[in-house]
């Protein structure tokens, strides 16, 4: 068990649509990760966030956006759902502010089909 | 994009034999790590090599790193049908406008019992 926490495990919605994806870290991390993993693309990196602050932002579309609250815990937003956004977004987190100093530590995953 | 590319992209042994694969990189590195992945399930930290080192061991996995060449190997010896899995290369750029950590495709290896 990785100690971070993300739900739901899976989501079905439609084109058009918004959801909203969370994640927990584990307790101690400040760095909270998004990736993307799909077949086509592999895995890529969307946005980082350190103690509540963007770090680093990756591939992430415009119709993502994401955000760290005071408690650590981080919430993704995809909103005009395509059937494109299909993947596995995980979340993962570490205790430092970046540049890969440390192993991230990933959840296990939420699964969204768009329909 | 993509920073690492893991070689060869699907491995198939038999249990017990040694597996390796590499991953090769394209620009100067802090680190490089190492995780692997089970079907459908987070990714998992295996070991961690920085640009000042040349080996490292871990339990039956041995990570090599060559700077000059820009490529780095994870040799797991003894190989259990456990072992099936993703494995990934993963590299922390010294650029400091890309702090994150960039991904290879993988190497998909399957363990036959």
């Known amino acids: 068990d990785s100690g971070v926490t993300q739900t739901p495990k899976h989501l079905i919605t439609a084109t058009g649509q918004r959801v909203t994806l969370r994640c927990s870290p584990r307790s101690g991390d400040l760095s909270v990760y998004w990736y993307q993993q799909s077949l086509d693309q592999g895995l890529q990196f969307l946005i980082q966030y350190y103690n509540g602050e963007e770090r680093a932002k990756g591939n992430i579309l415009e119709r993502f956006s994401a955000q760290q609250f005071p408690d650590l815990h981080s919430e993704l937003n995809l909103s005009s759902l395509e059937l494109g956004d299909s993947a596995l977004y995980f979340c993962a987190s570490s205790v430092s502010s970046g540049r890969g100093n440390s192993p991230l530590h990933f959840g296990n995953g939420t699964r969204l089909t768009v329909t | 994009s993509q920073q690492g590319e893991e070689d060869p992209q699907a491995l198939s042994i038999q249990e017990g034999e040694n597996a390796t694969m590499n991953c090769s990189y394209k620009?100067?590195?802090?680190?490089l790590q190492w995780y692997r992945q089970n079907s459908g399930r987070g990714l998992v930290h295996l070991i961690l090599i920085r640009s000042n080192e040349r080996e490292k061991h871990s339990g039956r996995l041995r990570v090599t790193l060559d700077t000059s060449k820009k490529s780095s190997s994870l040799l797991i010896t003894a190989s259990r049908a456990a072992d099936t899995a993703s494995y990934f290369c993963?590299?922390?750029?010294?650029?400091?406008?890309?702090?994150?950590?960039?991904f290879g495709s993988g190497t998909r290896l399957q363990v036959q019992p």
């Open positions: 993963a590299t922390a750029w010294l650029d400091t406008g890309r702090r994150a950590l960039t």
């Open positions: 620009t100067s590195i802090n680190n």
